[in-house]
């Protein structure tokens, strides 16, 4: 009986957003000028078709000796994207394709969409993405239809499709992607728009398919589903106030497989009205925030509060953080003419709001980024954050680290500092500069950030740049200090750098070299040094076709805890971009003519 309750629900919101989608595209019709509609459709014949986009082809090689491979010896690419133009409408399209692979479980993909726009209607088709706010529907990807319509002072916009592929687990691969549930979801957004305000009603919704995979062995899976339903605004108080708010409400179902719930526990609190038809496994949970801003010649303030509950998740974020509490104040500043600027918000952070938790946390939390450019000459910059947000880091090339993809974190304290300092010298520029990062950031699985999961980086450089426009040279020399603590890996690299570029031909062709040299210190004393060099070039046949080749060869020596191996990477790459005008019917000759 559960399954047929599930299933109507989703049949219910998908009838809701076709029927508002008809609704809206009738308004749409009815509102245009028919006799306008008649003059363009007499001319439609001698419209020209304006067609621009471009391809890009991509082939990499790889070859080790030494060690197992890291990646399969050959793998491919194809990207494309193209714009149709014709009589007003405009529909952009972009495809992206690589080839499959076995041994490593690193998946194919298939990325292809297009957005036709006509004025203020826009058609959404395949892999496309919508935002509509940070507590509902924010920017992730989805591949099915979706819609946009902004007729005068009114915005409506819907969306249907799937938002996260199914992957088995597969015990035979080396690197095994963590097994999940189809996910399928649909969002809708209502608003208007005018002088000095605006304000939004949404919806939106996800569930697991539990038959789109085998039950998981090593790990439990389970297949949930949410519910999430928000109103926001924004609202203009006078010449110099503003004012920014959100409430959200998200019912989630850890396990949509269970039980329902029957009785009072069965009110639209829990349902959002219809739109979750609620388990033994419910969670719920509101959000809100709202921001005053303050604004005058040289100087703005604000003032801001947020509230995340526990219980409130939604499937339409990569993430998201919760039990979490914000007070926050602001200012930005300029001062010295706009020589030195300054932009600061600090606040306090309050977690384990329902004590549900022994132990909560409460501390200060603050952005700071402060910029000072006394000269053209000299430009120095810091920042400092320790707020929530999303940060993806790609760790430094270490061959002897077992995976080289990107490594999805959520950043909890970053501090920067860089200092330039440009020679004299308009025709040659040139230039010296420092930079420090340090970041402090904690791991996500499954779209739950792990508080007591944390890695730390370091990162220091000294960078020398010299450009010589004439001859179309360039050269750089650095010195790169990394430490890295995640886990119980801990590592520090020093890596001495240098580069050059040149081109030829009336820049036509440009070459590049650029070599380095990691020393690798760990935690237990076994030193690694790894040599890496690489060769680039790129050629540019005419405004239309680009062939590029770059070439990397690192080796490693041998140490006590590891043996040394050589690896090759190569990328063979072509690009071409066009623009097109076609017409269906030649142009009318002009009065009087022969």
């Given at each position: 009986?559960q399954?047929?309750?599930i299933k109507t629900?989703?049949?219910a919101?998908?009838?809701r957003?076709?029927i ?7 308004l749409?019709?009815g509102?245009q ?5 008649v003059?363009?459709?007499k001319n439609i014949?001698?419209?020209p ?14 070859a080790?000796n ?16 193209m714009?149709l ?9 972009s ?6 692979n076995?041994q490593?479980n690193?998946?194919?993909y298939?990325f292809?969409?297009i ?6 209607a826009r058609l959404h088709?395949?892999d496309?993405s ?5 507590y509902t529907?924010?920017s ?5 239809v979706?819609f946009e319509l902004?007729?005068?002072r009114?915005?409506f916009a819907g969306?249907y499709g799937?938002l996260?592929?199914?992957v088995?687990e ?5 690197q095994m992607?963590?097994?999940?549930y189809?996910r399928?979801g ?6 208007i728009?005018g002088?000095g ?9 996800a569930?697991d398919?539990p038959?789109s995979?085998?039950?998981p062995l090593?790990?439990v899976v389970l297949p949930?589903n949410?519910?999430?339903a928000s109103?926001?605004g924004?609202?203009?108080l006078?010449?110099r106030?503003?004012?920014?708010m959100?409430?959200?409400?998200s019912?989630f179902?850890?396990?949509r497989?269970?039980e329902p719930?029957?009785g ?5 609190a829990?349902t959002?009205?219809?739109?979750l038809q609620p388990t033994v496994s419910?969670i ?9 801003s303050y604004?005058?010649r040289?100087?703005g303030?604000?003032a801001?509060?947020?509230r995340?509950?526990r219980?409130f998740?939604?499937m339409?974020?990569?993430f998201?953080l919760?039990d ?6 602001g200012?930005n500043?300029?001062?010295?003419k ?6 600061a918000?600090?606040?306090i ?16 939390v ?5 910029n000072y450019?006394p000269?053209?000459q000299?430009?120095?910059?810091t920042?400092f954050?320790?707020?929530q947000?999303t940060s993806?880091l790609r760790?430094?090339?270490?061959p002897g680290s ?6 999805l974190?959520q950043?909890?304290q970053?501090?920067?500092g860089?200092?330039t300092?440009?020679l004299?010298?308009?025709d040659?520029p040139s230039s010296?500069s420092l ?8 791991s996500i699985?499954d779209?739950?950030?792990q508080?007591d ?8 450089s000294?960078?020398y740049s010299?450009?010589r426009p004439?001859?179309?040279?360039r050269?750089?020399a650095?010195l790169n200090a990394n430490?890295?603590?995640v886990?119980v890996f801990?590592?520090?690299v020093?890596s001495?750098?240098l580069?050059?570029t040149?081109g030829?031909f009336?820049?036509k ?7 380095s040299y990691?020393l690798?210190l ?7 040094g790894i040599f890496n060099f690489?060769?680039g ?8 076709h680009?062939l ?21 990477y190569g990328?063979?790459m072509y690009?071409?971009n066009?623009?097109?005008?076609l017409?269906l ?10």
């Amino acid at each position: 009986m559960q399954h047929i309750d599930i299933k109507t629900a989703q049949a219910a919101c998908r009838t809701r957003l076709l029927i508002m989608g008809m609704c809206c595209i009738a308004l749409a019709a009815g509102a245009q000028d028919v006799g306008q509609m008649v003059n363009q459709g007499k001319n439609i014949g001698r419209t020209p078709l304006q067609i621009t986009g471009g391809l890009n082809l991509a082939n990499n090689f790889y070859a080790s000796n030494g060690i197992n491979a890291r990646r399969d010896a050959l793998q491919w690419r194809i990207l494309a994207n193209m714009n149709l133009n014709f009589a007003g409408i405009n529909a952009p399209f972009s495809l992206a394709f690589s080839d499959a692979n076995q041994q490593f479980n690193l998946p194919a993909y298939t990325f292809a969409g297009i957005s036709p726009t006509y004025k203020w209607a826009r058609l959404h088709l395949g892999d496309r993405s919508l935002n509509f706010s940070k507590y509902t529907l924010n920017s992730i990807n989805f591949r099915g239809v979706g819609f946009e319509l902004e007729p005068g002072r009114l915005y409506f916009a819907g969306m249907y499709g799937q938002l996260r592929r199914a992957v088995a687990e597969d015990f035979q691969s080396q690197q095994m992607l963590e097994p999940a549930y189809r996910r399928t979801g649909y969002g809708l957004k209502s608003g208007i728009t005018g002088d000095g305000y605006e304000y939004n009603i949404m919806v939106f919704g996800a569930w697991d398919d539990p038959n789109s995979i085998e039950q998981p062995l090593n790990r439990v899976v389970l297949p949930a589903n949410n519910a999430v339903a928000s109103i926001n605004g924004k609202q203009q108080l006078g010449k110099r106030f503003g004012l920014d708010m959100e409430l959200a409400r998200s019912a989630f179902n850890q396990d949509r497989r269970l039980e329902p719930l029957i009785g009072d526990e069965r009110n639209a609190a829990n349902t959002l009205l219809g739109l979750l038809q609620p388990t033994v496994s419910l969670i719920t949970g509101n959000a809100g925030r709202a921001k005053l801003s303050y604004q005058t010649r040289g100087l703005g303030l604000n003032a801001g509060y947020e509230r995340i509950d526990r219980g409130f998740r939604t499937m339409g974020a990569l993430f998201f953080l919760s039990d979490a509490e914000y007070y926050t104040m602001g200012f930005n500043k300029s001062l010295l003419k706009n020589k030195f600027n300054v932009f600061a918000n600090g606040g306090i952070e309050r977690t384990n709001l329902d004590d549900f938790e022994r132990n909560g946390t409460q501390r200060f939390v603050g952005s700071l980024n402060a910029n000072y450019a006394p000269s053209e000459q000299w430009n120095f910059n810091t920042s400092f954050s320790n707020f929530q947000n999303t940060s993806k880091l790609r760790t430094l090339f270490d061959p002897g680290s077992p995976v080289d993809s990107i490594i999805l974190a959520q950043t909890t304290q970053t501090i920067n500092g860089a200092v330039t300092y440009n020679l004299p010298g308009k025709d040659n520029p040139s230039s010296i500069s420092l930079i420090l990062t340090q970041q402090q950031a904690n791991s996500i699985i499954d779209d739950v950030v792990q508080t007591d999961s944390e890695s730390r980086f370091f990162n220091g450089s000294l960078i020398y740049s010299m450009s010589r426009p004439a001859r179309d040279l360039r050269f750089n020399a650095s010195l790169n200090a990394n430490r890295t603590q995640v886990a119980v890996f801990d590592n520090f690299v020093l890596s001495p750098t240098l580069g050059i570029t040149k081109g030829y031909f009336n820049k036509k062709l440009q070459l590049n070299a650029r070599t380095s040299y990691n020393l690798v210190l760990d935690a237990d004393g076994n030193d690694t040094g790894i040599f890496n060099f690489g060769l680039g070039s790129s050629l540019r046949v005419n405004k239309l076709h680009t062939l590029s080749f770059n070439t990397n060869l690192i080796n490693r020596g041998t140490s006590s805890a590891a043996t040394g191996f050589t690896e090759w990477y190569g990328q063979l790459m072509y690009n071409y971009n066009f623009t097109r005008n076609l017409r269906l019917l030649r142009p009318a000759a002009p009065a009087g003519g022969n």
